[in-house]
């Protein structure tokens, strides 16, 4: 089988990470998101990833050399040389995803994160006979969203209705698709939506189907919902009793800690940490609700909430860092500061406190 992950364009909502490395390489719970993706994928048999991009392809395939080796997975690029919207893509990379198998392939949005269970929706894909499926995922307020009405009963899509006023249905879409070779012949080349153009048109002839996505989703794509997907992710790993969590008496729910990070004495970690390689945690240090990523070291009785802490930062000691803020990558935060909201661009020095959410160039 073979699978497309629609990648896009620059990560503007993700700034200043993604100054630093393309979106889909920022890690996600101290993995690059798009790894998640990709093991999943492979996990189900899926043997060929194309990655639908138009902005540094050759960073993410130089990246994604070792994994290819590791995981036994073939990736390419397809490039778009002007945006190609969600369907534009498929059409673009047509002759990488057609072969002579009549496979249906996957289609993924890269920036959402679940429990990806793909194995179920091929089952569910090869049970309704239809052309094209799709998971979608249930929300407490689907006037933000496109809905997706369905037949409860069978999953066949009726019609989607985009921001309803009034409530039509709870169900959006989760942006895994899972699609028959057929469906390549509805696209043109040109820049095109599925979610409009393609899938009305599927459903119209009554071969679109969905299903419910078990478990927790996130579309990550922005710092709050990173943070807020960090929880939901680490929850799944602690219902599945996952072997990843850190256990110990300076642990308070669920965390991640990266075998070669270094935590001093009298620190407290939770809930909702992910520490990545090399960290090094000073002594009496406060974290809750946040990412530290790979080779950050935070000084003695510093606490950080709700934030990011980019690649090689430094936070100084009894420094306090709060309320999203995202440091990019080799922040050094002096003693004693105060940052609350500040989204800090990448090599700079923090002298003086933020005291109101800003960006600091």
């Excluded at 949005?109 to 309704?128: C, G, L, Q, R, T």
């Excluded at 899509?157 to 409530?167: D, T």
């Excluded at 661009?345 to 109101?356: A, G, R, Y």
Aim: aromatic fraction near 6%.
């Amino acid at each position: 089988m073979k699978a497309l992950i629609l990648v896009g364009g620059f990560g503007t909502r993700l700034r200043p990470l993604t100054l630093s490395v393309p979106k889909p390489l920022v890690e996600f719970a101290n993995k690059p998101m798009i790894l998640h993706q990709i093991e999943a994928l492979k996990a189900v048999g899926v043997t060929e990833v194309v990655l639908a991009i138009n902005y540094q392809p050759e960073v993410m395939l130089n990246f994604l050399k070792e994994f290819e080796a590791n995981l036994e997975i073939k990736i390419t690029c397809s490039q778009e040389t002007e945006p190609l919207g969600t369907a534009g893509p498929l059409a673009l990379a047509r002759d990488k995803l057609i072969d002579d198998s009549g496979e249906p392939f996957f289609v993924l949005n890269s920036d959402v994160i679940s429990e990806y269970p793909f194995k179920e929706m091929i089952a569910f894909h090869k049970s309704h006979g239809g052309e094209a499926s799709l998971m979608v995922t249930k929300v407490d307020e689907p006037s933000k969203y496109g809905v997706v009405v369905m037949e409860e009963s069978t999953g066949q899509v009726e019609r989607f209705v985009e921001k309803p006023k009034l409530f039509v249905g709870n169900k959006i879409n989760a942006g895994f698709y899972l699609l028959n070779p057929s469906v390549l012949d509805r696209i043109q080349l040109r820049p095109t939506s599925i979610e409009k153009e393609v899938f009305p048109k599927i459903a119209a002839e009554e071969k679109l189907y969905a299903m419910v996505l078990p478990g927790f989703w996130m579309d990550i794509g922005q710092p709050r919902d990173y943070i807020a997907g960090l929880r939901l992710y680490l929850d799944s790993l602690k219902k599945n009793s996952s072997p990843k969590l850190a256990s110990g008496s300076h642990i308070v729910g669920n965390v991640i800690v990266d075998e070669s990070a270094k935590i001093g004495e009298g620190c407290l970690i939770g809930p909702d940490v992910a520490i990545g390689s090399g960290c090094v945690i000073e002594s009496g240090v406060r974290l809750s609700r946040c990412t530290v990523m790979r080779g950050v070291r935070i000084k003695k009785h510093a606490c950080i909430s709700s934030s990011i802490i980019g690649w090689h930062s430094t936070v100084g000691q009894w420094a306090r860092v709060e309320n999203m803020t995202i440091l990019g990558e080799d922040v050094h935060v002096c003693d004693e500061i105060y940052s609350n909201g500040g989204v800090v661009l990448p090599h700079k020095e923090i002298k003086s406190s933020i005291l109101k959410p800003e960006i600091v160039m």
